[in-house]
């Protein structure tokens, strides 16, 4: 059952959200349009473990990789976002992203458009 710590993590976390900014030329990739869906994938991203992360990672890049042809294969709930807002979405840091997206290209041949 959630406390009531529970629900005020919740509440700084969902302003952390509100207040991210990616910063990149899109504006605000995302956060405006699912705040309740970034809140709940991290969560979910900081219970995992290193493995964890980096095998769902893969899979999400695996699935999403054709959609955006040589673009950034990033995307969240079907909207393309940059780089940043998708490491801040899988609470993942930028160089541990870069390591996992090398490894995937090295053992994955991308799905053709
Ligand atoms: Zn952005």
Known sequence: MATTKDYQVYDTESKVVNNFVCGCRRGNCI???HPDYIVDT?????AMTAAEKE???CGLLYTQWGRGKRSMPYWVEGIQVC???????HCVDHKTLTDIV???KA???PISP
């Open 31 to 33: 956060v405006t349009q």
């Open 42 to 46: 991290r969560h979910y991203c900081a």
């Open 55 to 57: 095998f769902f990672i």
């Open 83 to 89: 780089q940043k807002m998708f490491e801040f979405v």
């Open 102 to 104: 090398k490894k995937f």
């Open 107 to 109: 053992r994955f041949v």
